[in-house]
T-cell receptor, first 116, second 111 residues
Framework: GAGVSQSPSNKVTEKGKDVELRCDPI?????LYWYRQSLGQGLEFLIY????????KSGLPSDRFSAERTGGSVSTLTIQRTQQEDSAVYLC??????????????FGSGTQLSVL | DQQVKQNSPSLSVQEGRISILNCDYT??????FLWYKKYPAEGPTFLIS?????DKNEDGRFTVFLNKSAKHLSLHIVPSQPGDSAVYFC??????????FGAGTTVTVRA
């Protein structure tokens, strides 16, 4: 596709359940990011993938969160045993440039996660 | 710890007038600054950027000003148009790939 694709666009789950969020970056983009935006907050960095390098997981808020990127393309963010504070919009972004000076990110439309 | 702050959550401006959005940062290592625009139900889209070696960058109706000594940047939109109504995020990075974002300012342009 032409842009970053995320699915599902909305996800409602019960506390304690696991969820998987998917991101399909722009073809050819080597860098992939996950951010989340909680209500009234800025975008919070979660994880960064660059090619075959080890991902930067420093933003993941707890060990319930994990992410993988298969074949250098599609990425899945998994949240285990969801809690109400996990409710947020989860945004995926990709970038064509190796990270220097931040660069311009291309964002998907996000997944609105609601944990009841 | 919010390293990038947008202290005005909202701004209302009349069509044709100037919109001024402000952003402050605390990390003196930041050397690249960006503004993103976000419409409802869409992801943020890149608007304009500036590196720390400059104090001004202009692109059409959009100008970003950087005051390094004050750790402050601003975005000017002149003239404001109804299509500019959106949430604007300020972002910054320090020679790496992690962008730190502000909480956003919602701009409403009144006809």
């Amino acid at each position: 596709g032409a842009g970053v694709s995320q699915s599902p666009s909305n996800k409602v789950t019960e506390k304690g359940k696991d969820v998987e969020l998917r991101c399909d970056p722009i073809s050819g983009h080597t860098a992939l990011y996950w951010y989340r935006q909680s209500l009234g907050q800025g975008l919070e960095f979660l994880i960064y993938f660059q090619g075959n390098s080890a991902p930067d997981k420093s933003g993941l808020p707890s060990d319930r969160f994990s992410a993988e990127r298969t074949g250098g393309s599609v990425s899945t963010l998994t949240i285990q045993r969801t809690q109400q504070e996990d409710s947020a919009v989860y945004l995926c972004a990709s970038s064509p440039k190796v990270g220097t000076g931040g660069g311009k990110l291309f964002f998907g439309s996000g997944t609105q996660l609601s944990v009841l | 710890d919010q390293q990038v702050k947008q202290n005005s959550p909202s701004l209302s401006v009349q069509e044709g007038r100037i919109s001024i959005l402000n952003c402050d940062y605390t990390n003196s290592m930041f050397d690249y600054f960006l503004w993103y625009k976000k419409y409802p139900a869409e992801g943020p889209t890149f608007l304009i950027s500036i590196s720390s070696i400059k104090d001004k960058n202009e692109d059409g109706r959009f100008t970003v000003f950087l005051n390094k000594s004050a750790k402050h940047l601003s975005l000017h939109i002149v003239p404001s148009q109804p299509g500019d109504s959106a949430v604007y995020f300020c972002a910054a990075s320090a020679r790496d790939y992690k962008l730190s974002f502000g909480a956003g300012t919602t701009v409403t342009v009144r006809a």
